[in-house]
């Protein structure tokens, strides 16, 4: 058994549990922040039939009628405790009755949601009476139903001190305790709950137990509670998923065991929206931004109109290098209402994602001024002071998330990029080693780190580090691509054509992917394969990319081939007359085919086009710079 404290062990009210009631309706309430998920809102289905029960035993059958009578009478409406005494029923009935039977019409009234009358009524009698009667948990009941949350608290506090053995005045008193942000005491009032009751009933007390224990950080602690709710509710998505969650914000779970409980929960309850944003949110949080986007792209699906799916979303796509994705969703968040907070969020977002610019010192002051308890803030904070050039500012910041925060790792790898954009190598590749000992398994973490090393002239490490980016997402063609950039930067051209054609695999036509391995073989040295591939890729389409065409002159005058040069040149022109490059070209193929005077008139339209430019000291193109 639980240590209890001294409020669950009164058979009846006490002058204890009436300084407890007092002390309680004077307490100050912590503010729940409106991202955080409500542990449960409605009154449970077991608290409804703990009303419907007690609005219908202990009461003589010969004045049921005469009281629902009452109750239905709209000329009564609203009833209270004065005009209730002044039926005629009432005034007939015997005096030492009129109690009992005032606490029976006042469950009536809250058992149909007449929350303000039923308060009204039972407020005409005395604690003590309430008690009785009956009907102190129908009072806390109303009181909560009435959005009266502290007077609610206090109400129910008074019962369970009364009633140490009913469960539902334990589970609502708990629930509004976590909703006001008394976790610690939430957690005693739900071990309570757990300790008097079996069966589902214990598996719901000990799931709202573990997310209480959640919002505290007791992570183990959650788990355990998580996992004993399964055993009594096998079949709650719910708690699979929150099972899951505190599994993930812990940190030391498998990762293949988290993701198992995720999709057990998402098995469970099919199309939870809130399921796949906190699997997303998982992944998001240990640099697997890839595997993040399908997740938050189905909440989305399922969730048109959550701010927090699409927020979590649009900071996925920020991080994950897709602005204008993460631009287009910020935009559907403008149309979702909002409350006071988040358009605060909203607003930061704004300037984060790009859509206003430059970001402004006051957006970021007043961000950082809003953090609290809330790592929204404190992330979006950090990103604003980066993007004002507030470095050290924004490691103070980032400094402040909990090792369990979601924003943690994504702060990092911002600190990071921020060092290897601003020439700090060596300070971003610290940090991304750091990362990676983490999260290993983030390829955007090993691309940065491939980056970075490529900076410091760690060519060796670099290509480890691509090499490993690319194996978590084969699927990239902006890896394929800087890899072989790379590959082709150390001359190894046989394994940047590998890598080439193994993307090509996946999508032999993609046109980015033609044209590095164009240039591959014209740096190799073999330009009939460049002149091959970049006609296949000409041929995809019916009017070929200037750039694509530009290239092909260049390597159809490697190989010699003027007529074909010639011609290309031309067709370019035609829809380019201002390409100098394609002009030299043009010279030096008229003059290889011995048509000088055409050679010469297309110098002197160079000399007008660039007046400075001049046959010697013309620069070659990229195919032709690049042949051995």
Request: glycine residues 4%; negative net charge; hydrophobic residues 40%.
């Amino acid at each position: 058994m639980h240590d209890q404290s001294r409020l669950f062990s009164a058979p009846v009210l006490t002058l204890a549990a009436v300084i407890f009631s007092v002390s309680a309706m004077i307490a100050e309430f912590a503010v729940r922040s409106d991202h955080q998920e409500g542990i449960v809102r409605m009154i449970s289905s077991d608290d409804e039939s703990e009303i419907d029960r007690s609005a219908e035993e202990d009461v003589s059958a010969e004045h049921h009628n005469e009281l629902i009578a009452i109750v239905q009478n709209t000329s009564l409406a609203p009833l209270t405790s004065e005009s209730l005494r002044m039926t005629t029923f009432f005034r007939n009935i015997d005096p030492s009755q009129r109690a009992e039977l005032q606490a029976y019409v006042g469950r009536l009234l809250a058992k149909r949601k007449r929350h303000e009358e039923a308060l009204a009524v039972l407020a005409g009698l005395s604690p003590e009476e309430r008690i009785e009667h009956g009907s102190s948990f129908s009072f806390a009941q109303s009181y909560r139903g009435a959005g009266n949350v502290e007077a609610a608290i206090n109400a129910y506090a008074i019962h369970v001190a009364a009633n140490p053995n009913h469960n539902p005045g334990y589970v609502n008193y708990g629930i509004l305790l976590a909703e006001t942000g008394q976790h610690e005491e939430a957690i005693r009032v739900f071990e309570r709950s757990v300790d008097i009751t079996s069966s589902s009933r214990k598996g719901k007390s000990l799931s709202l137990l573990g997310q209480s224990q959640m919002a505290i950080a007791a992570h183990e602690d959650a788990i355990e509670s998580f996992d004993k709710s399964i055993q009594y509710r096998p079949d709650s998505g719910p708690t699979w998923r929150r099972f899951a969650s505190a599994k993930a914000r812990a940190g030391t779970y498998p990762q293949e065991e988290v993701e198992a409980d995720y999709q057990r929960a998402l098995a469970l309850a099919p199309g939870s929206a809130v399921t796949m944003k906190e699997w997303a949110e998982y992944n998001f949080a240990f640099g697997r931004f890839e595997a993040a986007l399908p997740l938050f792209r189905n909440a989305s699906s399922e969730a048109s109109n959550n701010f927090d799916v699409l927020f979590s979303r649009s900071l996925n796509l920020l991080v994950s290098e897709r602005p204008r994705a993460a631009r287009t969703v910020v935009r559907k968040i403008s149309n979702v209402e909002k409350s006071t907070q988040q358009e605060l969020l909203l607003q930061a977002l704004h300037e984060v994602s790009g859509i206003v610019r430059p970001p402004t010192i006051e957006t970021r002051d007043q961000t950082c001024a809003a953090q609290g308890d809330d790592e929204r803030f404190t992330y979006l904070c950090a990103m604003l002071q980066l993007a004002t050039e507030a470095p050290e500012a924004a490691i103070e910041t980032a400094a402040k998330l909990p090792e369990t925060s979601i924003y943690k790792q994504p702060a990092i790898f911002a600190l990071a990029r921020y060092e290897y954009r601003y020439d700090q190598a060596d300070a971003a590749l610290v940090r991304l080693d750091e990362l990676l000992e983490k999260s290993p398994q983030s390829s955007l973490f090993w691309l940065y780190k491939a980056r970075v090393q490529t900076v410091l002239g760690a060519n060796e490490g670099a290509l480890a580090a691509f090499e490993e980016s690319l194996e978590l997402n084969p699927e990239s063609r902006k890896i394929t691509l800087e890899m072989t950039d790379h590959l082709m930067a150390m001359e190894s051209y046989d394994q940047a054509e590998a890598a080439l054609l193994a993307f090509m695999q996946q999508r032999p036509n993609d046109a980015s992917v033609l044209i590095a391995l164009a240039r591959n073989y014209a740096a190799a040295g073999n330009p009939e394969k460049a002149e091959e591939t970049l006609l296949q890729l000409m041929s995809m389409s019916e009017e070929a990319d200037p750039e694509t065409t530009e290239q092909l002159v260049a390597v159809q005058m490697l190989l010699e081939k003027y007529p074909e040069a010639l011609a290309n040149a031309d067709n370019l022109l035609e829809r380019d007359p201002a390409n100098i490059s394609a002009r030299r070209m043009r010279v030096q193929a008229l003059t290889e085919l011995g048509r000088d005077d055409e050679a010469e008139e297309e110098l002197d339209r160079i000399k007008r086009l660039e007046p400075e430019a001049s046959g010697d000291d013309a620069p070659g193109t990229d195919f032709a710079s690049a042949a051995p």
